[in-house]
DNA sequence: ACGAGATTTCGACAGTAAACGAATTACGAC
DNA sequence: GTCGTAATTCGTTTACTGTCGAAATCTCGT
């Protein structure tokens, strides 16, 4: 399962590496955080250990994105595999109290992405409104109830960096309580999509709040697993 | 004044742009998001408007992290001297509710700090404790009030990513309440300073309170600006 | 205090980033 | 549609990254 804590985090460290006037000092310190020797992270990336050393001692003044990507990326992938002890050391600080329970997936992508292509790659079937639209990301609300009881200002942040985005609903019923809570609230997703459901079972009132908010409603039966694994992986 | 905000945005764009399989469209996402031209952009960094158009085309597979920090903080230096209207839209995503209302300051070093030399450049007095130790950050608490208000979750984030730091309370009175916000919690910083205010003002209570948690405390009169403009840049 | 293992330093070198500037193409305004 | 400005593409140069491997150095356990 894609954990946004993990890609939260990861964000975290290359943006204090990246930033920083001496980035083999930041490197360091995150991979004493993890508590990871050398040794041990040089192993993981194939290379040798001096390599490691000639980073961190700065030797390097302005390592490139893709080393700084893979490094961290090992470090959270040899911290996932002892359990990830240190990831949920760090999680305290990122997302405040909203976390995986609640938001099961959240992506911003780098370009606009056509809607009509999105909601294919998904097997979405149209409800209401226009297809022929933009987005710039999404969010995967895993549970309802937990939503609901947000305050607005955590509830806000599900809308990520960009509200040219497509909401997902998981394991929706009706669709009837995930449109409430969007017609509730000032921020209009793109897009909803009700995610488990056929469209003959979908409430009728539905489309009718959607049209009120200029939303597109889609559903889809694909498997959310399937659903996060594409969005997150696909090119567009 | 150093934002706190500008440098959360900073290190996430910085973060995005390093992790990304291809920086080139993160930058440009950027830049257009900023709503700045290429041109102005090469000016103000003083390269050729090529170069610009060679990184966010991908010519460049892999930046340095030097090219990519100076991208990024000039898109927030043009945006600031326009008014910060995009810092400004991005900063509800930034941070949850606590933002520069109430903490003033937040910084995380490379590595660790004698606590000793960090309380030097300050000018602090001590008032109860040992200074010979180590931090990684600081705090800068502005207003007591505010944080009294705070939940619990929200709380926790003025400690940053590491508890192993000093906590800055701004124009203390007599140090009592700062202690008592401190005792309350369960997470407890290395050591506790108060700003605009002198040794003999202090409370005789704050010695036997920082004697509990075994937290240094110590006062300084230096002005507040001047604290955070030298923490932030000395070189340790 | 010794030695094995881990870590750091450093010379070498191929490949690529960083930058320029000229040539080309795209975009608005009229 | 044409002109002028802005943006992009691309050839070229220089300097530095990315990597190795050998040698030097550090760090523990006993």
New binding site residues.
Partial sequence: MTSVKRSQLAEKMAGEITLSDSPGHALRKWRMNFEI????LSDRL????????????G??????T??VGKIVDTLLAIDEENGGKQIQKFSSMLFSGVDNDVIYDLHEYERAVPLGEFSEVIGCTLLSGSVDQLIFGYTVVNSLNAILQLSSDEFNRIYGWSTERAVIFTNASTGKSPMVAIRVTSFKPRCVILQGIEATEVHPIVAKMAERDRITVMCTGMDIDKIVTTLRHKEW
């Fill in positions: 020797p050398p040794g041990v194939g290379v040798s250990p001096s390599v490691i050393s000639d980073y961190e001692s030797r390097r003044k302005s390592p490139g893709a080393v």
